[in-house]
């Protein structure tokens, strides 16, 4: 059937013609000067008090494993970062199976995998994840993102997108899946929009085939043996609007010990992530998101660069003077150890180079 021409056409295609112009344009950013935590952070604190911390390893991007005992969840793991002149050109895609076995961690006990949207640098890698990685988890996300991955013959509990999921993933886990939001990517456009209502028969093509679909937040909750909650960690894989994405107030009983905004595109809204720190205010922030997916993937320093059209310091700074809670900027593949009960007094992260 042939595609009508009208001006919605008009206004995605010169949206689009911008921001690929842009980002060609710009380049990814070096780490220099920036306070860069190359191995992670450990607390120190008495032995009673770190007993079963909490261990968060930073995939990159927006990815995660969260590992409390014998718990383990995973967030949109990804590690294919096709080249920008791919994703501008709408060439074909696919997952790097050599790169994702490499870096993704064996991780069988896991008994989520997360997605907090749908575009390729959140999807595209899970379903080598979910059959060769973490075999056991259950996959959740949108019901765009359960048509998606149908084409992959993998089974997705559907996320709603109007109203926040509880799901209770284990004994001592649960996540709140919160409706959210995606920034623009740039001058108030936000590229690869759109939903799949039906199951789909084939992989999305190109990245602009894997449209992004509803976005949520999630609040995971670790739980101590009497089912309260010892650890709340809130992770946003992408900025918002002002109050979307948040917990609602029945759930802002426990304290958030660890939030992990997202760099990327903060400055395309407004007062991010302010709401967030001065609602919540967290223990402990993780910066998320901030490193270039358009170049090969690397957990060296050397090579991993910052995210374009973005300024981390400038993201950094923002939350430092917000509040006085610790943050790290990890690179990928670093682990960051969290004691339950601890005060959290780290010491200054190693400045880079």
């Not at 609040?219 to 918002?240: E, P």
């Not at 760099?263 to 901030?290: C, E, K, M």
């Not at 995210?307 to 960051?336: E, N, Q, Y």
């Amino acid at each position: 059937m042939r595609m009508l021409w009208t001006e919605t056409n008009r206004t995605g295609l010169t949206a689009l013609i911008a921001c690929g112009a842009a980002l060609s344009l710009s380049c990814a950013g070096s780490l220099k000067g920036l306070p860069v935590d190359k191995e992670g952070r450990c607390f120190p604190c008495t032995s009673e008090a770190c007993d079963e911390p909490l261990e968060i390893t930073t995939l990159g991007a927006a990815g995660y494993v969260f590992v409390r005992g014998s718990d383990t969840i995973v967030v949109d793991p990804f590690f294919s970062n096709p080249s920008l002149l791919r994703v501008g050109l709408h060439l074909t895609i696919e997952s790097d199976r050599e790169t994702v076995l490499e870096y993704m961690p064996d991780l069988p006990s896991a008994s989520a995998i997360l997605v907090g949207h749908t575009h390729y640098d959140h999807l595209l890698d899970v379903p080598i994840v979910a059959r060769e990685k973490a075999p056991n988890a259950t996959i959740y996300a949108s019901e765009t993102g359960k048509n998606i991955l149908s084409a992959f013959g993998l089974h997705t509990e559907p996320l709603d997108g109007e109203k926040v999921t509880e799901v209770k993933v284990s004994e001592r886990v649960i996540f709140r899946a919160v409706p959210s939001e995606h920034a623009p990517h740039l001058l108030g456009h936000t590229l690869m929009e759109g939903e799949y209502d039906e199951p789909q028969t084939k992989p999305p093509r190109s990245a602009f085939d894997w449209r992004g679909g509803p976005t949520f937040a999630f609040a995971i909750d670790f739980l101590a043996s009497d089912g309260t909650t010892d650890f709340r960690v809130l992770v946003h894989d992408s900025a918002a609007r002002p109050g979307v994405g948040l917990p609602p107030a029945d759930l802002e009983r426990a304290r958030i010990r660890v939030a992990i905004p997202c760099v990327a595109s903060f400055s395309q809204v407004d007062n991010y992530p302010a709401t967030l720190i001065a609602r919540f205010a967290p223990d402990y922030i993780v910066f998320g998101h901030w490193e270039d997916f358009f170049t090969p993937y690397s957990q060296s320093y050397e090579k991993v660069r910052t995210v374009r059209l973005t300024d981390v310091a400038g993201f950094m700074k923002v939350v430092s003077d917000l509040t006085d809670a610790p943050s790290t900027l990890p690179l990928p593949g670093s682990k960051i150890r969290i004691a339950r009960d601890c005060p959290i007094s780290p010491a200054a992260p190693e400045q880079s180079r």
